[in-house]
């Protein structure tokens, strides 16, 4: 099939308009970037100070965050739930963060292969933190008899936790989409 002389054939991906207040051209939010795997692996290293933050703040750790002499030690069954508690609403507030950078200034949503690969950073991300924060309450915590039950070490009790980073993430950019499209002026025809 021939082509009319004087037209050329559509460009698949057109160039970028920057920041000239344009909207994307078509195609260019979901192209392919080599540097992918930098996403999950950036996420999956924040995971260490998030550990590391839990095991400061939460009880059988430093108890930083409740100050409770009588939830110091791991003992305390009284202390096991807000030791999840407090890594549970540090995943929320990692979850959340991640989501919104992943947003940005961008004209546009992040392609779904970014929000995919965040939400897998946002899983590796959590299972780093709870065994960063494991690795520390051996480290640095007192040496405690786990003869009678387990969870007197500093532990995750309920694994659903692991959960709360990326699906955070993924409300996050849901949510930041959303509010984004609902602050768009609609275009009067006429």
Known sequence: MKQP??????????SHH????LPPAYGELYRGD???WRVPAAIAAAGIPVG?????LAP???????????????????GWLPR???????????????GFLLDGKRTGAPAPRTVLF????GALG?????????????WWGPAEDTAPNASIAFSLRALAVLAIWPAAVAISVFVANLLSLLGKPRKMDG
């Open 5 to 14: 002389s004087g037209t050329g054939p559509a460009p698949q991906n057109p």
């Open 18 to 21: 920057g920041d000239a207040g």
């Open 34 to 36: 080599g540097g992918s």
């Open 52 to 56: 590391l933050a839990w095991w400061l």
């Open 60 to 78: 059988g750790g430093l108890n930083l965050l409740s100050g409770d002499p009588s939830l110091a030690t791991g003992t305390n069954a009284e």
């Open 84 to 98: 999840d508690l407090v890594l549970a609403g540090l995943f929320l507030l990692a979850g959340c963060v991640t």
């Open 118 to 121: 965040a939400v897998i950073g």
């Open 126 to 138: 959590a299972v780093v933190a709870w065994q960063a924060g494991v690795l520390a309450g051996q």
